[in-house]
């Protein structure tokens, strides 16, 4: 049984550039998390899907923004990367809110 | 909103110390509280969870962690650290009326042999 995965494991971008991140989750599961970790912090939450939907949404600009697929899949898109964007971005799968997440290992992204 | 606060940025210990981990999270409703354990160069992995029920759980690798409502705390505990304990650790708290995970800053446990 996978678990959560996700791509690509690295990626370099330049200020300005748009990036889009790919995870799959774990098998069963319908719902699906996306977190930003910073250096040294704890993830934080930038949104989460189901049902195609955005249902949560964290402190984040519009500049993030994402999508559920019909196969639970989701994308993470972010337009006009910041340097302060670097970070590894996780994504975490569950079966409904409140119950447990599964993290897969995450995209590091370097914005140059 | 909810936060956690994690008290102590590195804790280095030697193996076979007892280890305690103080969290503490601010929301008064009701909540699902989680510690998740990061090893080097791997993913964040769930070490216990409390949803409901004994305020005591028990999670792998000998780690437990108590729920004390009134406090607003949930603490990780392991009577004997091991050296392959060293990792980073994170609790995290979920309020049923938000549904959003948020986690604390993280404790880095290094433990020497």
């Known amino acids: 049984d996978a678990g959560v995965t996700q791509s690509p494991t690295h990626l370099i971008k330049t200020r300005g550039q748009q990036v889009t991140l790919r995870c799959s989750p774990k098998?069963?599961?319908?719902?699906v998390s996306w977190y930003q970790q910073a250096l040294g912090q704890g993830p934080q939450f930038i949104f989460q899907?189901?049902?195609?939907?955005?249902?949560q949404r964290g402190n984040f600009p519009d500049r993030f923004s994402g999508h559920q697929f019909p196969n639970y899949s989701s994308e993470l898109n972010v337009n006009a990367l910041l340097l302060g964007d670097s970070a590894l971005y996780l994504c975490?799968?569950?079966?409904?809110?409140?119950?447990?997440?599964?993290f897969g290992p995450g995209t590091r992204l370097t914005v140059l | 909103a909810q936060s956690v606060s994690q008290h102590n940025h590195h804790v280095i210990l030697s193996e076979a110390a007892s280890l305690e981990l103080g969290c503490n999270y601010s929301?008064?409703?009701?909540?699902?509280l989680f510690w998740y354990v990061q090893y080097p160069g791997q993913h964040l992995q769930l070490l216990l969870k409390?949803?409901?029920?004994?305020?005591l759980v028990k999670g792998i690798k000998g780690f437990e962690a108590e729920f004390i409502k009134s406090k607003f705390s949930f603490n990780l505990r392991k009577p004997s650290v091991q050296w392959s304990d060293t990792a980073e650790y994170f609790c995290?708290?979920?309020?049923?009326?938000?549904?959003?995970?948020?986690f604390g800053q993280g404790t880095i446990l290094t433990v020497h042999p």
């Open positions: 975490a799968s569950s079966k409904t809110e409140g119950n447990e997440q599964f």
């Open positions: 409390y949803f409901s029920g004994d305020p």
């Open positions: 929301y008064g409703g009701t909540v699902n």
């Open positions: 995290a708290v979920i309020s049923l009326e938000y549904g959003k995970l948020t």
């Open positions: 098998s069963g599961h319908d719902t």
């Open positions: 899907y189901y049902e195609e939907e955005e249902r």
